[in-house]
């Protein structure tokens, strides 16, 4: 088995990856960041960081953050900040993000959130924060980003590498919205594109730059990626165990893995992926997935989604899920976190859970009240400051002042459309009534003219906002959208506004006498109060 050890020489403030264990979750994270910190934090920056020249030696230094590591591997909708930041606290040294797509980043605004304590990247013009990440996991989180473009590849990287640990491009994603766009596993029969990619980050970027493929047919295929990928100089690559083609519910090739890992030069670290359920359900299994992969570092997905207390240190094999629910709802509701992404991880993490009364509960909860109060952790709740609560899943302030508003609706108004800052949110609508549906529903009612919709897109930037016409009268949101679709329900929002078309803006979707009544313009008693905040 060709495993790495330390280097002797790590840079100096660096805490070896031996002296981690049972130790607090700062001194863990001192393992992973190879840089000392300094008081010089202004705007989000780090001057230490921004002083090293990036390139394949400063790639070098950074190898030892991926040797003896046990890292939450980047997954769709889990990885964001609640469950990344519970699973540092349980033990993990290195957390992904969910994979993001360079086009969507490219175009964010970084804001600064006080109220929450986080750093948001936020679409411009409408609600919708794509990265949000915090101090507390800044020498830990790796950004995994979907790319196929190094230009917008590195301008991203340089615009967020102040507030993360390191870049992972994704090599391995099989799903069609990734490799329909050239990224992902799409990647992996293209090696001058990788090329083009790492090495334009490698030279552009101050923090480590990794990579994350599959397997491919053979091990000598497998192996010659590999070294491709080692020669443009990143720090390490991960390599999950199946070939595109499988899925999760198909055994891992770990033999695979583990010819690959002797094959290459042991400095270079490699991380295993995908032994989940195989290999690991609870942490005395890590040290058999790395017996079986032949790494000394691993990276797991779902295991750690539904119980990130396999990354506890010794013999865990029995957790409370309740408690970790807990603790995940704590987190979630401290960083405002939106609720549905957290109900979502929540029943991830009740996964196994035998109580089909509390599945079902949690299932049906639509805020974090009602959720806290199924979990029986009401004490949780009342703990969040009622000013953090109130603020938790409302629409974000248009970034325009009083004045530049009254501005845009008065010129709105001479080209005789209607307009306001309301805004389409997606959870306060039921699936079935969403609000062009509701206009639809209506006009038909009052046998007037069908719903007549124009598109108009931002200029420069990814965006879109719709004028409605509605009974003879146009309406439009200031609001940009990040599609058509969401553009042309902002629209309607404001036409629903203006004429009191009767709605009903909780999510009854469940309930069809409800959707019914709300149809016909008949109140519906809220569930609880706080489920329309949230």
């Given at each position: ?6 280097e ?8 070896d ?7 607090s ?5 001192a393992?992973?960041?190879?840089i000392?910190?300094t ?8 001057s230490?960081?921004t ?12 190898r ?11 997954m769709?909708?889990?990885g964001t ?5 519970l ?7 290195l957390?992904?993000?969910e ?5 969507s ?29 915090c ?28 507030d993360?640990?390191?870049v992972?491009?994704?090599?391995g ?19 001058d594109?990788?090329k083009?990619?790492l090495?334009s ?13 599959r397997?491919?047919d053979?091990?000598?295929q ?8 080692e ?5 390490a690559?991960g ?19 583990k ?5 290459i030069?042991?400095d270079?670290?490699i991380?295993?992926?995908?032994g ?13 997935f790395?017996?079986a ?23 865990v094999?029995?957790?409370?899920k309740?408690?970790?629910s807990?603790?995940?709802l ?5 960083h405002g976190h939106?609720f549905?992404n957290?109900k ?8 196994f859970d ?5 599945a079902?509960?949690?299932?049906a ?6 959720i806290c ?5 009401e ?12 603020k ?7 970034a ?10 008065a ?5 005789g ?17 969403r ?8 006009l ?11 598109h ?12 409605v016409?509605?009974?003879g ?11 058509k ?9 404001v036409a629903?506004?203006?004429l ?5 803006r909780?999510?009854?979707d ?11 313009g008949v109140?519906?008693p809220s569930?609880?109060?706080e489920?329309?905040?949230?």
């Amino acid at each position: 088995m060709a495993t790495s050890t330390p280097e002797s020489t790590q840079p100096e403030g660096v805490v070896d990856a031996a002296s981690t264990d049972n130790t607090s979750t700062d001194t863990k994270l001192a393992h992973t960041h190879n840089i000392e910190d300094t008081n010089d934090t202004k705007a989000g920056t780090n001057s230490c960081v921004t002083k090293m020249v990036p390139g394949i030696a400063l790639q070098r230094k950074f190898r030892h953050m991926y040797r003896n590591v046990n890292c939450l591997a980047p997954m769709v909708r889990a990885g964001t900040l609640p469950l990344r930041l519970l699973c540092l606290r349980q033990g993990a040294h290195l957390v992904y993000s969910e994979e993001l797509i360079d086009h969507s980043l490219v175009l964010c605004t970084r804001k600064v959130n006080a109220e929450f304590d986080t750093v948001e990247y936020v679409m411009p013009g409408t609600d919708s924060v794509i990265f949000s990440t915090c101090a507390e996991e800044k020498k830990a989180v790796i950004l995994q980003l979907g790319t196929a473009n190094a230009d917008r590849a590195v301008k991203v990287a340089i615009m967020m590498q102040n507030d993360i640990a390191g870049v992972d491009v994704n090599m391995g994603c099989p799903k069609p919205y990734s490799v329909l766009g050239g990224m992902g596993a799409a990647l992996l029969s293209k090696p001058d594109t990788i090329k083009e990619l790492l090495t334009s980050l490698v030279a552009a970027v101050s923090v480590p730059v990794t990579c994350k493929i599959r397997i491919l047919d053979t091990v000598e295929q497998t192996v010659e990626l590999v070294k491709v990928i080692e020669a443009t100089g990143v720090a390490a690559v991960g390599i999950h165990g199946r070939r595109i083609p499988q899925r999760p519910r198909e055994q891992a090739n770990y033999e695979h893995i583990k010819a690959v890992r002797a094959a290459i030069d042991s400095d270079f670290p490699i991380i295993a992926n995908g032994g989940s359920l195989d290999y690991v359900h609870n942490s005395p299994h890590l040290v058999d997935f790395r017996e079986a992969s032949g790494c000394d570092s691993i990276m797991m997905a779902r295991a750690a989604q539904w119980n990130p207390a396999l990354f506890k240190d010794g013999q865990v094999k029995h957790v409370c899920k309740r408690e970790l629910s807990e603790q995940y709802l704590k987190i979630a509701m401290e960083h405002g976190h939106v609720f549905e992404n957290a109900k979502w991880n929540v029943m991830n993490l009740l996964h196994f859970d035998k109580d089909p009364k509390r599945a079902r509960g949690v299932s049906a909860a639509r805020g974090y009240q009602e959720i806290c109060t199924v979990l029986g952790c009401e004490a949780v709740y009342k703990s969040i400051p009622a000013h953090k609560l109130a603020k938790i899943g409302r629409k974000r302030p248009l970034a325009l002042s009083a004045e530049d508003v009254q501005e845009h609706k008065a010129k709105k108004l001479k080209e005789g459309i209607i307009a306001s800052e309301d805004s389409y949110v997606r959870k306060e609508w039921a699936k079935n009534l969403r609000p062009k549906l509701v206009v639809t529903e209506w006009l038909r009612k009052n046998q007037l003219a069908p719903i007549a919709v124009t598109h108009v897109e931002q200029e420069g930037k990814r965006g879109f906002q719709s004028v409605v016409t509605v009974d003879g009268k146009k309406y439009t949101s200031l609001r940009f959208s990040s599609n058509k679709k969401d553009a042309e329900h902002a629209a309607c929002v404001v036409a629903i506004e203006a004429l009191n078309i009767p709605h009903e803006r909780l999510r009854i979707d469940t309930n069809p006498e409800a959707r019914t009544n709300a149809v016909k313009g008949v109140s519906v008693p809220s569930v609880v109060e706080e489920a329309a905040e949230s």
